[in-house]
């Protein structure tokens, strides 16, 4: 009885293990099967998704933490074509939110390319318009029975982030502009371009959570804190626009520039566009150089340079402030004849006198006496014919003819002493003029005050471009063109503080020699004159008013001067003398 | 006198019921029952901690997906924030409000003996603040094969410090 029931139970397990055999040795199968490996090669098709990551670009500030250029969110809006259900109901309805043609979206999506899955119909597209299109979709969901695809089924959202600038065309001359494809043009977009970048990256996501540690971490781009003060900036283009419609000028560009670092503190030029529309930048500009022509459009500056030659004369000891010259209204330079502004004798003057008339005369005799190479010497190491540096793209070098050049005569070097002849940048010259207000050192001139990165703030440091004058030289100078100034009563002048500064009026070069009635006027000025704290640089192009500097461009200067006094708190000379008091 | 054949049957019995059939297939029985379990065992934690893997997976991805879109709407927020108080807009909300700009002939400067104005030059402040990495003991995290390479590096440490010393 025993066994029999023995029998039974082995009979029993027996046939539960052949079962449980059976079952291993279907899995093994159908795992090694050949439509096990059809559902494999399915399986890993959507073990990863292609996925476009949008990392932020990086944001830019001015110097007191203003976002000057930010990032929005926008949509990028597509279908999904094996899951749209009715192309003309998706089309009509794409087509009258965002406002595109109907037909246009239909044909897209009735001709796609080969093998194409996700048809884009439309980037960069505002939330608003999105969120409208969103809610339209939900709705149609909503009344869609269950089972069943809506009429707007297929449709996708795709947040993106695309450049903003939140105070329009605020510095955009200095900012640049961002395209749709993340690329930064001119300025400070497209200079720093690389650090400020994060270009979308499209890498393949694996979906399997077990691996979502490897999901790519892609960083967003370098945030930039610029020198600019940005209240200081709409208040210099501001002026700049009232001067343009005051003094008839064409264009203009004024600079704000901390001369002891070479900070830029304001650059403004017109024309101005608003990056946010970066579209129309070939409908306001005919070429690139004009987009800043703080840096980008050489001219001749004409008096403003006397600046520098006189620095020359002085440091080279051809002259002292008191060397006197018998003015007669003209000299002969290498077989041409060099007149005064007014065409007048001035009679006897001394380096001051020389200054505060704008003598051509005076200026072209102290180049003689310094000789060709003393003087070409010293406007190499002002850097004149040389890029300054600065950190903006489109930067311009300008043209220094020297002897020896082929297209450089004797008449040269008496021309170029008071500014025609050559042509240079605004900053170039505010370069050069640093080493004067800055006890005979150069600076850089650059816009970008420091990075942010990781959370790490790394300060970037003044730069200084050599010592081409001595410190003396630079104080002499600067007393000189004070004097010449007050002597002058200078329009440029504000009340309470020591200015130095000069005025420029230059002839412009045509196609037949230099055009008769139109001129460039200029002012080139810094104070406070014994702790200088701001140079401006003014610009203005064939004034109509008047063609004369020292009617257009030095009241600018000064309507320029007290706006940054204002703004950088800046006390008057005996404020500043009572607080130094020990 | 029957003693002696008493104790005998006595130790026949034990050893019979100790080498009856049924007890030594109960004997296979219950060990295999327990092998059973133990891997039943096993492949229930192994279970759970793979779901809860794969779980902490997908919440990682939602997370990131999450932070993708919390920063990009901060980004859009900061935007719109700077846009609000952008220098045009302040200015009209001033003048609005009844300010009107002032000339440097009106600016009167006060002199306090002492005072040195602040000049900040540090933006970001210090760095920025992380999240602080959760303090799991290793014996949480580290696998039989870390823990065993763990032990047999210290031991090989703790021989070498005794060899130099």
């Known amino acids: ?582 | 006198m029957n003693i002696p054949n008493v104790n005998h049957t006595v130790i026949n019995t034990v050893q019979a019921y100790k080498q009856a059939p049924w007890r030594v297939q109960r004997q296979w029985i219950g060990t295999f029952m327990l092998a059973v379990l133990g891997l039943a065992m096993v492949a229930a934690i192994y279970l759970d901690v793979a779901s809860q893997a794969a779980i902490s997976g997908r919440e990682i991805q939602d997370l990131t997906t999450e932070m993708i879109t919390t920063q990009q709407a901060n980004a859009d927020l900061e935007t719109k924030l700077a846009g609000l108080t952008s220098n045009s807009a302040m200015e009209t909300r001033a003048q609005t409000l009844g300010f009107k700009p002032i000339e440097s002939s009106q600016m009167e400067y006060l002199i306090v003996p002492g005072y040195t104005a602040p000049i900040p030059e540090i933006l970001t402040g210090v760095s920025a603040l992380r999240p602080s990495a959760p303090s799991i003991p290793p014996e949480y995290t580290e696998s039989l094969l870390d823990w065993f390479g763990e032990r047999l590096r210290s031991a090989s440490t703790t021989s070498l410090i005794g060899v130099s010393q």
């Open chain 1, 1 to 582: 009885m025993r066994e029999q029931y023995a029998w039974r139970s082995l009979l029993i397990a027996g046939i539960l293990g052949f079962i449980g055999i059976t079952i291993i040795l279907q899995i093994v199968r159908i795992q090694n099967s050949p439509e096990a490996a059809i559902f494999r090669a399915q399986a890993n098709e959507y073990a990863n998704v292609l996925k476009t990551y949008y990392p932020d670009r990086g944001e830019i500030y001015d110097r007191n933490g203003h976002l000057l250029a930010g990032n929005k969110t926008v949509y990028e809006i597509g279908v999904e074509l094996s899951y749209v259900n009715d192309k003309r109901s998706l089309a009509l309805a794409v087509g009258a939110e965002l406002g595109l043609n109907p037909d246009d979206l239909y044909n897209q999506m009735m001709n796609p390319q080969p093998g194409q899955q996700y048809l884009v119909l439309a980037n960069y597209v505002d939330a608003d318009k999105a969120a409208q299109l969103q809610q339209l979709k939900l709705a149609t969901d909503a009344q869609t029975k269950p089972g069943e695809l809506s009429s707007l089924a297929g449709l996708e959202f795709t947040p993106h982030p695309e450049r903003s600038y939140p105070e329009g065309s605020l510095a955009s001359n200095l900012l640049g502009f961002v395209s749709h494809e993340g690329r930064g043009y001119f300025g400070i977009e497209e200079k720093y371009n690389d650090l400020l970048a994060g270009n979308p990256v499209q890498v393949w996501v694996p979906t399997d959570p077990n691996k979502a540690l490897d999901i790519p971490k892609v960083p967003n781009g370098t945030t930039l804190i610029l020198t600019i003060n940005r209240d200081l900036q709409a208040s210099v283009e501001q002026i700049l626009d009232d001067s343009l419609t005051k003094y008839g000028a064409v264009h203009g560009t004024i600079v704000v520039m901390d001369p002891s670092t070479g900070e830029i503190l304001a650059l403004a030029s017109s024309p101005r566009m608003d990056p946010n529309q970066f579209w129309n930048y070939g409908t306001i500009y005919q070429n690139a150089s004009e987009f800043d022509r703080a840096i980008g459009e050489p001219y001749e500056p004409g008096s403003t340079i006397k600046v520098l030659t006189m620095a020359a004369a002085l440091d080279s000891g051809a002259v002292i402030p008191s060397t006197s010259f018998l003015d007669t209204g003209e000299i002969l330079v290498g077989g041409a004849t060099i007149h005064n502004w007014n065409d007048q004798a001035w009679g006897q003057q001394d380096m001051i006198g020389c200054l505060q008339h704008s003598l051509n005369v005076c200026l072209a005799w102290v180049s003689e006496k310094m000789g060709a190479q003393t003087f070409y010497t010293y406007m190499n190491r002002f850097g004149f014919g040389h890029l300054t540096g600065v950190d903006l793209a489109g930067e311009a070098a300008g043209r220094l003819k020297v002897p020896g050049d082929g297209d450089w005569y004797p008449v040269d070097l008496a021309t170029n002493a008071f500014g025609q002849g050559i042509s240079v940048t605004p900053l170039q010259i505010m370069m050069a003029a640093s080493s004067v207000a800055n006890d005979g050192r150069m600076v850089t001139p650059h816009a970008l005050e420091a990075m942010i990165r990781d959370g790490r703030q790394y300060n970037v440091p003044a730069q200084f471009a050599g010592s081409p004058i001595s410190v003396n030289t630079a104080h002499t100078l600067t007393q000189m063109l004070v004097a010449s100034l007050e002597n002058e009563a200078s329009s440029a002048l504000v009340p309470g503080y020591r200015i130095a500064g000069k005025t420029g009026t230059a002839q412009i070069p045509g196609e037949y020699g230099y055009e008769p009635d139109a001129t460039n006027a200029s002012f080139l000025g810094w104070g406070p004159a014994d702790d200088p704290k701001f140079m401006i640089y003014v610009w203005l192009e064939r004034p109509s008013s008047s063609i004369w500097g020292s009617d257009t461009a030095a009241p600018v200067f000064s309507e320029v001067a007290k706006q940054t006094i204002l703004l950088l708190n800046i006390p008057p000379d005996n404020i500043r003398n009572e607080i130094a008091k020990p």
